[in-house]
């Protein structure tokens, strides 16, 4: 295909993964963070597509900072942010979306622990979007014979499945922590997933899009990976250690504990049964240790596997 002028934000693990991915196929690729020297506006000039991989905290503020600035018409924007906004509880597509109502919006998400990718080590992951031709076109971009990328017509379930596994991840994190074996974390995750279904069915997503790349896949990734921070929040709060003391040396950012905040509220007030990411929640919050939560959940009542 032809050179594309690419525009990443956020200079992070996943930033520069997805940069180094698309130099390796020839693209002019502009790499912007808060802390570098080039301003977002020498950045998204002329870019075809903005692609942010910022923490969720500074997704709405660099949004609305580029709104100021002259951009295409064309210009495709990619989120590849995994995590829900604690003001307005909206996903990152959502926000992108809003801000650029006009614009193609394309989320990116998928089992990608950025390390691997960095040395080129095999992954898939999908592309998603209500706008057909813009998921191809950054599907044609990404593609490599290292990277294989799907497109996917329901944005909003691979957003979810990429944002909330990251919840599940941090109590499978828990469970090897605590050395409770092979069929404890099988039932976790399992039940991690039928949890994210419910949510995202809830909010409008497609079921089968859970049992793709971005909801089972993702979840088998992180929740079996130490290189994934949101396991090792989980892990080593089963070592006793406090959240706050994790926080301060893990490298880059753990979504997982922001989401689980604003997922909790968000399903307390629509009725939606939650109960791992509730004890994740209590856990995070110091109310309860990594056994009770255990316990908790091992605890409720016993019901039938759906209903
Ligand atoms: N790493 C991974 O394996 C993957 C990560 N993701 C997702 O990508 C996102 C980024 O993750 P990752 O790169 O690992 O995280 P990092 O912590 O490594 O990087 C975060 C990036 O976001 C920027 N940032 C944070 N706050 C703001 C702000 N207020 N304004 C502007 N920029 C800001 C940081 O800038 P600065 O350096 O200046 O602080 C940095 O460039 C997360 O949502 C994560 O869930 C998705 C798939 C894989
Ligand atoms: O989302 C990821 C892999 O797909 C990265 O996971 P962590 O943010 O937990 O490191």
Not at 77 to 106: E, R
Not at 162 to 187: E, F, M, P, Q, S
Not at 218 to 223: G, K
Request: some cysteine; glycine content about 8%.
């Amino acid at each position: 295909m032809q050179q594309t002028t690419i525009a990443i934000l956020g200079a992070g693990a996943w930033g520069v993964a997805l940069a180094n991915l698309a130099t390796a196929n020839n693209h002019d690729v502009r790499l912007w963070s808060r802390r570098g020297s080039q301003t977002l506006e020498t950045v998204v000039k002329d870019a075809q597509i903005v692609l942010s991989a910022i923490s969720m905290k500074g997704v709405s503020d660099v949004a609305s900072q580029i709104k100021s600035l002259p951009l295409s018409p064309q210009t495709i924007f990619v989120t590849a942010t995994k995590g829900l906004d604690p003001k307005t509880t909206c996903t990152p597509s959502q926000i992108w979306q809003t801000v650029f109502p006009h614009h193609a919006v394309v989320v990116l998400s998928g089992p990608n622990l950025s390390q691997e990718i960095q040395q080129s080590l095999p992954a898939a992951t999908v592309v998603a979007s209500n706008n057909r031709p813009g998921a191809e076109f950054v599907q044609l971009v990404f593609s490599s014979h290292c990277f294989r990328v799907y497109t996917n017509p329901d944005p909003i379930g691979v957003e979810l499945g990429g944002t909330l596994k990251n919840i599940i991840a941090i109590a499978a994190g828990v469970c090897d922590g605590l050395h409770l074996g092979t069929n404890a974390k099988a039932a976790l995750v399992t039940r991690g997933l039928t949890e994210i279904i419910r949510i995202g069915k809830s909010w409008g997503a497609k079921t089968e899009t859970f049992y793709g790349l971005s909801g089972l896949g993702d979840l088998l990734a992180t929740c079996n990976s130490p290189l994934s921070r949101n396991y090792q929040v989980g892990y080593q709060m089963a070592a006793g250690k406090t959240l706050a003391e994790i926080l301060s040396h893990l490298p880059g950012t753990a979504e997982g504990v922001n989401t689980c905040q604003v997922l909790v509220q968000l399903a307390k007030q629509q009725s939606i049964a939650v109960p791992i990411s509730e004890q994740v929640y209590r856990l995070l919050q110091g109310e309860i240790t990594p056994r009770q939560a255990l316990e908790e959940l091992m605890l409720r009542d016993i019901k039938a596997e759906y209903n």
